[in-house]
DNA sequence: AAATTGATTCAATCACTATTGATATATAGC
DNA sequence: GCTATATATCAATAGTGATTGAATCAATTT
């Protein structure tokens, strides 16, 4: 199997899984995470004014990463890091 | 100083540098270039038939990410890896 | 069961980034 | 000096991602 020259897969696949945290909003929700995990997303501080519609929106993209996962209670959506999460961001990365 | 609610100015840096690798050409680009280094831009492969100024362009955004730098060599240009590119991309990713 | 709270979804717009095509610059060889 | 090679820059377009505003859904409270 000729493979030599164009992408591999696991670029595509990487470049986007990078894509997802390559955003300040997100960046800030993944580190908050990191920090205290889980926490419900009203107690997700990410800056003066962002709107609850647009949290959710950054939310979803981490989700459909992989990056992040949910559970309800009550009315609350507590958020959490996935196990695998910061190790395959750095995964992605090259390393010397 | 009050800096409680808004993102930080580490968090915009770091994620402007994630953003930088988050693409496929410029991932593949990277990973060249820590494998061996450093390499003139006509012995990069980074797809099937990248034109020679696209691949400038993403040269150019790694360049001004701080993550590669350039030596002229005849008219070649070669690319190599700053001294702290994938430190800096490591620290910009949470750790547990 | 109506009202409230917490969060998501949808459609539309705005903003940014990647790509293309053409032109320019620098070095080397003739 | 002219031509060819290697790379970069510029302007325009296309494509993608973030933001906004309105509407919806689910769980709780009264």
């Not at 000729?2 to 300040?24: F, G, H, N, R, T």
Request: aromatic letters at 2%; glycine letters at 4%.
């Amino acid at each position: 199997m000729i493979e030599s020259i164009s992408l591999e897969q696991s670029i595509e696949v990487d470049a986007s899984l990078l894509a997802a945290v390559a955003d300040p909003t997100r960046l800030a929700i993944l580190r908050q995470l990191t920090a205290t995990t889980p926490t419900c997303v009203c107690e997700l501080s990410v800056g003066p004014t962002i709107p609850p519609n647009l949290l959710s929106y950054h939310l979803k993209v981490l989700r459909d990463a992989g990056l992040v996962e949910t559970t309800r209670r009550g009315r609350r959506i507590d958020y959490a890091l996935t196990a695998d999460a910061l190790d395959r961001l750095h995964a992605a990365l090259p390393r010397h």
